[in-house]
């Protein structure tokens, strides 16, 4: 889908369509006049891109290439010039990837590889400060991995565990030291997560859950733990519409 919204607390409206329509991809920034989207997926299938582009407040722009076209990866980013990707897959032909690229504003750049590959993970903080947390590995695990890694700007570094293991879920913060994860899905057996887990700094908590369980979120980039936003999703049984806010 090529569609985009735009929220401004209260409701959500229609706006410029991208440039090109995509599934499973990364975005940067917590601005409505300044954002940044890349990778995915087309809908119907094929290669993966390397495409990104660019919202200035009334229109999409194509901007700098990512070095390796995939979907699926989990991204990291509160503006629009200043990104992290991380693992995700390459088709064809399928495979997960441990690679990670940064985004400075006018090119990506491969930066240090993953402890452990993944796809459909979450991850939330800045291209020199994220955390990466859950998701499936390269033994085709639905279930997912309660491994989570720290990246410093350099490296990157295994850090304590998410207390319950699945895919498909959103993140939200601005640093590797307070953030969220919420929501996902993880099989056997099939479950939609409500499950919401803080950061630290140093270990995970579950904290309150949200009001409908949901996999193949949206999620919002926001500093700290303080607020968060949910969007949409799939329930295991239909696809909803319905946004919820963390306070």
Partial sequence: NDECEEYNGSAWS????????????????ANAEAVLIFGGRHPSGGDDYDLSELWN?????????????????????????AALLMGGRTDPPPSLQDQVESY?????????????????????GTNTSAILGTGGTSGGDQAGTTNAESWNGSSWTEVGEVNTARIELAGSGSSNTAGLIFGGFSSPPD???????????????????MTTARQAIGGSSVTGTSSALVAAGYTGTAYVASTEEWT
């Fill in 57 to 81: 407040g009334s229109s999409w722009s194509e901007t700098h290439e990512l070095n390796t076209g995939r979907s699926r990866g989990a991204s990291a980013g509160v503006v629009s010039t």
């Fill in 191 to 209: 479950t939609q997560h409500d499950k919401t887990e803080s950061w630290d700094g140093t270990s995970w908590t579950e904290v309150s859950d």
């Fill in 104 to 124: 400075n504003g006018s090119a990506w750049s491969e930066v240090a590889e993953l402890n452990t590959d993944r796809i459909n993970a979450a991850a939330f």
């Fill in 14 to 29: 229609e706006i410029a369509e991208m440039n090109q329509a995509r599934a499973f991809s990364g975005g940067s920034g």
